[in-house]
């Protein structure tokens, strides 16, 4: 549910809940951040304690499992029998529950933790810190689990993520992936056409097959990632720029903190590649249909040069060669990195999908500088 604009005599909670329902928890002054991270961080710190439990049933689980294929063997005919009888299969249902249970326990603390006084929250919150910090250690066995060490240095990833808002960028993000999904159709119409007039070229290429048929797993994700990343420089820098722009002669009241700078150029960008890398899903789950439908066998042994490769393991009945899934993702990538370039040369473009980001972020300086007057007032 969305969170409703605070009026100007709106106390000062809700004027930071709505800072953090635009994505912008750096807007809070730190030392009210800094306050609230036991209370904020309450859910997280239960959710994956609860987790840890369910790892440590598990670990029993195969501990069980372990020692009666030891004492029996695989092959034995009492096997199906003794596992049944040996607590094994109670341990994995017990695991499998408390998984499905860690981020409802997380949920249902951080919402009973926005509804109590803060003192309240604080100690709830301290408990599920504390939690988190031995559940690990105490329910796993001496010799194998999380060491005290290793649960204190997630508790501090976690904390110093709360006061950083990791959460509220996450739910904005989340939110925004929602609304972003109900325009993806207007988004495709738009740009697909004109860029499948180049990808369609690539894709039914003998080239394209035969180089990516002789990458390796590491370097195909490593020409991936350079392609992402020039696809995040083109949307921070193009952002910067718009920015720059739109600010110039709205200065506020009050200096902008450097991490207050960061906050306001973090939105629009974030906002932005979840457009592209929902858009280069769509493009990838296209060409792997269009591939399993246009490029039979007989097709992509030609063009490759060498037999045809399944997937194996888990995604072995997805009836896909490891060449074209490597094809569609390329093909993705490009896609995403030419929509980005859109973003920065495509007048319409930017007027449909791009400006509307870059007012929010105006809105939100207005937004700050209430929040700034609520706590002038106390």
Do not use: K
Not at 149 to 167: C, E, I, P
Not at 186 to 211: D, G, K, S
């Amino acid at each position: 549910m969305p969170t409703p604009d605070p009026t100007p005599a709106s106390s000062r909670r809700a004027h930071e809940a709505y800072l953090r329902s635009l994505g912008l928890p750096l807007m809070i002054v730190p030392s009210t951040r800094l306050r609230g991270v036991l209370r904020h961080s309450a859910g997280v710190s239960a959710g994956l304690a609860v987790a840890a439990t369910g790892l440590s049933f598990l670990d029993r689980s195969n501990d069980y499992a372990v020692a009666l294929l030891e004492r029996v063997g695989p092959d034995s005919p009492e096997w199906d029998l003794i596992a049944a009888s040996d607590p094994i299969v109670l341990l994995l249902v017990v695991a499998l529950c408390l998984f499905a249970a860690a981020p409802l326990c997380g949920w249902l603390v951080a919402r009973l933790v926005a509804r109590v006084h803060r003192a309240y929250g604080a100690l709830i919150g301290l408990a599920a810190a504390i939690a988190l910090l031995v559940v690990g250690p105490a329910t796993f066995g001496s010799r194998d689990g999380p060491s005290l060490l290793t649960t204190t240095l997630a508790l501090t990833v976690v904390l110093v993520g709360t006061y950083l808002g990791a959460g509220s960028l996450v739910r904005w993000a989340a939110g925004r992936v929602a609304r972003e999904l109900g325009g993806m159709g207007h988004m495709v119409a738009r740009v697909l056409p004109v860029l499948m007039l180049a990808v369609l070229f690539l894709f039914f290429n003998a080239e394209i097959w035969q180089v990516m048929v002789a990458l390796s797993w590491p370097r195909t994700v490593a020409v991936l990632g350079i392609m992402g990343a020039l696809t995040v420089l083109l949307v921070a820098i193009t952002t910067m720029d718009d920015l720059r722009t739109e600010l110039e002669g709205r200065y506020p009241d009050h200096e902008l903190r450097v991490s207050e700078r960061i906050n306001i150029v973090l939105v629009p960008v974030v906002a932005t590649l979840i457009q592209v890398v929902l858009f280069a899903g769509f493009v990838f789950l296209f060409f792997l249909f269009l591939g399993w439908i246009a490029i039979p066998e007989a097709t992509e042994t030609r063009w490759t040069l060498r037999p045809t490769e399944d997937l194996d393991g888990l995604l072995a009945t997805v009836p896909v060669s490891v060449t074209l899934l490597r094809v569609a993702l390329a093909l993705a990538a490009f896609s995403a990195l030419n929509l980005a370039a859109s973003a920065s040369s495509d007048a319409a473009h930017r007027e449909r999908f791009v400006r509307p980001m870059i007012d929010q972020v105006v809105r939100s300086l207005a937004a700050r500088e209430a929040y700034l007057e609520a706590r002038r007032r106390g």
